[in-house]
């Protein structure tokens, strides 16, 4: 279809419009607005060997360039960043529309790329800013595959176009950790849609295996280690093979959210997640929806190629997600489905092509019936975008939305908890503190929220065994122990306070040798 392109980036443009009102919402803020690197270009040098998150966390520094590009061109206005985000989301989605249209028939094309722009899993991509980061991500993936099937269906690639080829996997890289998987995407289309012809070994693979090695080599350099994030604290201390069972449970979820995301929220987690090593029927129903994906791959792989590749691009795009290689910072998000989204879009236009020759025979009935309710699920996905492009127009929305879609996830509470604390609620702190605790309290984190949020309205009687708690879980947590150790001198309890320098001294936490100095040093 000639303007197929132009259509489906029309309408994912339009869906996400409401979101140029937006301000900066959650993440934003400490990625963004608080940001001083990003506040311009006159720090670009800087960008390029710093870490993306405050604390030395992960490596973006494409997606960190755009952003200080977007604030030299607005003055730091949120409407020029969204607008970007708009922007690249209408691009994606005319990406998509490329790749399904070199696979599928032009009608099962077409409408595996409306299904695309209208998924309202992508809300959380378009209407928060650091969503940008997942589309320059998935931008360079969609480019590079699709150019490889172009340019390999023409012949043997050039040496041009091998080079172009491991650019777009390195600035997939730059952008977000995913794009660590291009080049298995590559290798994915290759072994499923290629026939009988195949790359030979050589600068293709050289080339792609330089452009990761040059991503881990930066990262290393800047990061001083390759993983780059703190673990999130169910998976404190938690082995591999121990996070691959806990993440079975996780599985559902993402096939609901993929399927049917009528429930959109922005943190999942403990407790409403039953994620844990011993395996349940949440672990169970995860392990039986992979197996039937491996059996649908290996069952297709030659009939249906692109369907096998479709279900290969999802599991490759949720792999670097799963933290079964590393721990992440998180359990899951809705922002990381993006990517597997495209695989999603091409396993439904493939079903949809191969049903092509049985809907022309399909009674008059039978196929309007099918037609109205193929219309109505694009309606209530289209509404279902609208509606939730509200929850991220202010921080203020966002937080209280968040607590009502997530009451029985902790982080829900535990992130509304410091919202309201940096807002001086301290009130409201301590109470969203308390659902989070009460909910899961193996999160150091949460302690030192609740502990601190008590220490602020003069209560550290109250606090001090809280915080103590979170020194507990968490030794080498330096700033709940300085909590503990500033409410005991606070209430008077010095032995306390000396005891929790001294253990940090031991630890090898130098920073707290003075304070045990001073807390020795006899009074005058």
Same mark, same amino acid.
């Not at 722009?117 to 928060?128: F, I, Q």
């Given at each position: ?25 959650? +993440? ?26 405050? $604390?030395?966390?992960?490596? %973006?520094?494409?997606?960190? *360039? ?27 989605? $005319?990406? @998509? ?9 032009? #009608?099962? $094309? ?89 790359? %030979? ?42 996070? /691959? ?8 979820? =993402?096939?609901?959210?993929?399927? !049917? ?20 029927? /949440? ?74 020759? &049985? !809907? ?31 929850? =991220? &127009? ?41 659902? $989070? ?6 999160? #150091?984190?949460?302690?030192? *929220?609740?502990? *601190? /949020?008590? &220490? ?8 001090? #065994?809280?915080?103590? @708690? ?22 008077? +309890?010095? /032995? ?29």
């Amino acid at each position: 279809m000639k303007h197929g392109a132009p259509v489906v980036a029309a309408l994912a443009a339009a869906l996400a419009l409401p979101s140029l009102f937006n301000g900066f919402v959650y +993440d934003d803020v400490l990625v963004i607005l608080q940001n001083p690197l990003v506040h311009g270009l006159s720090h670009s040098g800087e960008l390029w060997h710093s870490s993306y998150w405050p $604390a030395g966390l992960l490596y %973006r520094p494409l997606t960190s *360039q755009l952003f200080a590009l977007q604030w030299a061109l607005g003055g730091g206005s949120p409407m020029v960043f969204h607008a970007v985000s708009i922007l690249l989301a209408a691009v994606t989605a $005319a990406l @998509v529309f490329r790749l399904c249209g070199r696979l599928l028939p032009p #009608p099962a $094309a077409l409408l595996a790329a409306v299904l695309f722009a209208l998924h309202p899993v992508h809300v959380e991509v378009v209407a928060n800013v650091v969503g940008q980061a997942e589309l320059l991500a998935a931008i360079c993936a969609l480019l590079a595959v699709e150019r490889y099937l172009a340019w390999s269906a023409q012949g043997e690639l050039s040496q041009l176009q091998r080079l172009l080829l491991a650019g777009l996997t390195l600035l997939g890289i730059l952008a977000k950790e995913t794009g660590y998987v291009i080049p298995l995407l590559l290798a994915a289309a290759q072994l499923t849609l290629a026939g009988q012809r195949r790359e %030979r070994p050589g600068d293709f693979y050289v080339l792609q295996g330089a452009a990761v090695v040059v991503g881990l080599l930066l990262r290393l350099a800047v990061l001083g280690g390759l993983a780059g994030e703190n673990p999130a604290a169910i998976f404190r201390g938690v082995g591999a093979g121990s996070r /691959a069972i806990a993440m079975l449970a996780v599985v559902p979820e =993402w096939a609901r959210l993929l399927l !049917w995301p009528a429930h959109l929220q922005a943190e999942y987690g403990p407790p409403a997640l039953p994620v844990s090593a011993s395996p349940g029927f /949440a672990h169970f129903a995860g392990l039986i929806l992979l197996a039937a994906v491996a059996a649908l791959v290996a069952r297709n792989w030659r009939r249906r190629p692109v369907l096998a590749f479709g279900l290969l691009w999802m599991l490759l795009g949720l792999a670097p997600v799963s933290n079964v290689a590393a721990a992440t910072g998180i359990l899951m998000a809705e922002r990381t489905l993006f990517l597997p989204s495209v695989g999603l879009a091409l396993v439904l236009g493939a079903a949809l092509a191969s049903l092509r020759p &049985r !809907w022309s025979a399909a009674p008059a009935g039978l196929r309007v019936a099918a037609a109205g309710g193929a219309l109505g699920l694009l309606g209530l996905a289209a509404a279902r975008d609208l509606t939730r492009q509200a929850a =991220w &127009r202010s921080q203020e929305a966002f937080f209280a939305q968040l607590q009502r879609d997530a009451p029985r996830t902790y982080r829900a509470h535990f992130v509304a908890s410091r919202y309201f604390y940096g807002e001086r609620r301290f009130a409201e702190a301590e109470r969203a503190a308390r659902r $989070a605790l009460a909910l899961y309290s193996l999160d #150091p984190q949460v302690h030192e *929220q609740l502990g *601190q /949020a008590l &220490r602020v309205q003069g209560r550290c009687g109250e606090a001090l #065994p809280i915080l103590a @708690v979170g020194v507990r879980l968490a030794p080498d947590r330096t700033t709940v122990r300085s909590r503990l150790i500033e409410c005991a001198l606070t209430a008077g +309890d010095t /032995a306390r306070a000396l005891a929790a320098a001294n253990e940090a001294v031991a630890l090898g936490q130098a920073e707290f040798r003075g304070t045990a100095e001073r807390l020795t040093r006899p009074r005058p």
